[in-house]
């Protein structure tokens, strides 16, 4: 069962999440104290590894007193079913499931599942064939018997079957006291025997087998029954994991124990136990071997235990390769910890903040998913807060390998713990008048809980997309000075340019562009999206166009392709591509001159089709040039605005720089009069 969207509904300040589409890897976003915390605690209790209940009294809003109710759902999730699960809930039902892939599971304040099953395919009855096995203990005639008293049996047995079938088992339990006369009236004359003998045994063991066979009917599972208690088994486990919660590696384990006897135990002793377990040693031996004197046994039983967990974690995990090593004295007990890539021997305690999350996340996740690291929801509670961006980054590519065979979920308030390449990953927290609200939808949430959006992507609070109403997004700054000056060349000459009200905003590169484009249109605001004619820029068009642009019908936005703007079809056009091969090539070798020069080449050959900046960067390699296409941008720039009219540009920049803002103007909204 993979986990494919949750809502949380009247729990703490969530009255209702709505519901949250969920990817392999989701990020909620939002700033500190905004309710994060809160949707993923209510998604944890859903189905945690240890029973945690909901607590009506602790957890149900405040302010809604009047409205409550243990049969109140706190947390729904849909689920996609794999072919197994489906091929075992046709078994359940013995019907085709051709339509079924999907299933809700609800969980209320009581702890009560209820699967939402289609009832025309679940039914709450028996299955025909569990009625059949449980009235086959209905007693068999024992020959001889009277001719009429065994017609009589059949004929009352089958009645009984019937009863069963049609779900009559009060009925059944108590119709004894119809057919016991019946059968009695035909019985053999009292001297025939061993037939009346017989007979009289079958009565009593048929009056005896109805109640019987009734009172199992009435507790077997009905279909529906067991179909919902073999979904609940299949519930992936939950995994939750806050940047505060970091394993203790030393204890004072008499103490410990203490705690554990009196039922007092600390965060700090469970995660103490839980690396005990996972090395298997067990509380109460290393307190006693705390009180005796051999230390040199006791240190070798420790070793064996530290070798245990090393190779546990060493078998299991591949993303980080850990060694451990206990030690203890008295009653004191140390773990200590190194790495790949610290290979130090030093306290868990002792380690970097970040250090000591990273190890903690991994025994807990070994631990709670019983050592397959796979089929789980994993819970990240503001990952990462310790790290420098770098190390946040690296986080990253962690996660994506935990959401490759499990599903992961964490909130943010980091803009570097955000993947921009991903857009459609991210979900948008915010609080209302009516409560927290997740959504994807941009125009929906509130400006606060963009903030870190707003960051992530590089932008200031008086960025353009703020203030301007009219708005082209381009790929990048090179870009944006090479369309700012042929639109000023092209203006002053009278042809299709730029109107000086549209704001132009460069990204940094293709899909930060559709994601900026998107923040606009949650200002409601105009928007064209000017795209490189390449793979990227077609992926992201595809995405923007798909994922976001669809839902916004009342702020339409378009995108294009460059390529397709100035008449290029059939091959990757870039903006350097708007110029002769001539005149690009006399500013890069301007730009590279020294480099040249020292290389010995006085002329550059470009080969092979794509980009032209391409071509020059592969003509450059060939003499260990490492090329740089935004310095060759800014020569352009600068040569562009020595220009004083369109006619000093190359004739076939012109022409296509017509057909660039003749295309853009045609799909920007018209100027707003006031």
């Known amino acids: 069962m993979e986990i494919k969207a949750f809502r949380v509904q009247m729990y703490r300040c969530i009255l209702d999440s709505d519901w949250i589409e969920v990817t392999p890897l989701t990020v909620v976003v939002g700033k500190n104290e905004a309710g994060k915390t809160t949707l993923l ?69 009581a702890g009560r599942f209820e699967v939402e099953f289609p009832s025309d395919l679940f039914p709450d009855n028996l299955h025909p064939n569990d009625i059949d096995e449980i009235c086959a203990s209905l007693p068999e005639l024992q020959e001889p018997v ?61 009056q005896a087998k109805l109640q019987e066979i009734a009172k199992q009917l009435s507790s077997a599972p009905s279909i529906q029954k067991k179909a919902h208690e073999y979904i609940v088994k299949r519930l992936p486990t939950f995994i939750y994991m806050s940047d505060y919660k970091s394993f203790r590696g ?24 839980t690396i005990m377990e996972l090395s298997g040693l067990d509380l109460d031996s290393e307190v006693e071997k705390g009180n005796q004197p051999d230390r040199e046994q006791r240190q070798y039983d420790l070793d064996d235990a530290s070798a245990t967990l090393t190779n546990e974690i060493t078998d299991r995990l591949k993303q980080r390769r850990y060694e451990v090593q206990f030690r203890a004295d008295g009653q004191l007990f140390y773990t200590f910890v190194k790495d790949q890539y610290d290979p130090s021997l030093i306290r868990l305690e002792e380690r970097s903040k970040g250090f000591q999350w990273f190890f903690s996340f991994d025994l807990m996740f070994m631990y709670e998913s019983q050592g397959t690291f796979k089929g789980c929801v ?35 308030h980091l803009p570097f713990m955000i993947d921009l390449r991903s857009p459609e990953r991210i979900r948008v927290l915010s609080e209302t008048e009516k409560g927290v609200i997740v959504t994807d939808d941009l125009t929906q949430s509130q400006p606060e809980g963009k903030f870190v959006l707003q960051a992530a992507l590089g932008m200031s609070g008086s960025t353009s997309y703020l203030v301007a109403q009219r708005n082209l997004v381009v790929e990048g700054v090179d870009d944006y000075w090479i369309i700012t000056e042929l639109s000023r060349l092209l203006g002053s000459s009278d042809l299709p340019s730029l109107p000086s009200d549209v704001f132009i905003t460069p990204a940094g590169g293709a899909s930060e562009a559709g994601y900026i484009a998107t923040f606009m249109i949650g200002q409601k605001l105009d928007v064209v999206v000017l795209l490189d004619s390449d793979r990227a820029g077609q992926d992201a068009k595809e995405k923007l166009v798909k994922k976001w642009l669809t839902r916004y019908h009342s702020n339409p936005a378009h995108v294009l392709s460059l390529g397709d703007c100035v008449g290029v079809n059939g091959r990757e056009f870039s903006i350097e591509d708007m110029f002769p091969d001539e005149f690009y090539l006399e500013r890069v070798k301007g730009v590279y001159k020294k480099q040249l020069a020292l290389a010995g080449v006085e002329d ?57 803002f003749a295309k853009i103007l045609e799909v920007m909204p018209a100027e707003e009069m006031p």
């Open 41 to 109: 605690r209510a998604l944890h209790k859903f189905n945690p590894f240890k029973p945690e209940p909901y607590s009506i009294n602790r957890e149900w809003p405040r302010g809604h007193r009047k409205e409550r109710n243990d049969k109140q759902v706190v947390c729904a999730v849909r689920f996609e079913l794999s072919p197994e699960e489906i091929a075992e809930l046709a078994k359940i039902t013995d019907q085709p499931l051709d339509n079924i892939s999907t299933l809700e599971v609800t969980k209320d304040y």
């Open 146 to 206: 009277e001719a009429k008293f065994k017609e009589k049996a059949e004929e009352l047995a089958k009645e009984a079957r019937r009863l069963a079938h049609e779900g009559r088992f009060s009925d059944l339990e108590n119709v004894h006291s119809e057919h016991v006369p019946l059968l009695q009236q035909v019985m053999s004359p009292e001297n025939q025997n061993p037939q009346r003998q017989n007979e009289q045994q079958y009565i009593n063991q048929y």
């Open 250 to 273: 030393s204890a004072q384990l008499d103490q410990v124990k203490q705690r554990k006897d009196r039922n007092q135990l600390t965060e700090e002793d469970k995660t103490i136990l």
């Open 378 to 412: 994993i819970l990240l509670d503001e990952p990462g807060l310790h790290l420098h961006p770098d190390a946040q980054k690296d986080l990253l590519v962690r996660m994506e390998a935990y959401a490759e065979d499990n599903t992961l979920i964490y909130t943010t």
């Open 604 to 660: 550059i050959e470009l080969t092979g089709d794509g980009q032209l900046c391409k071509k020059v960067e592969r003509a450059l390699e060939q003499h260990d040039i490492k090329f740089n296409k935004g310095s060759v941008a800014k020569v352009i720039r600068s040569d562009l605005s020595k220009m004083k009219s369109a006619d000093d540009l190359p004739p076939e920049t012109k022409e296509m720089g017509e057909k660039l």
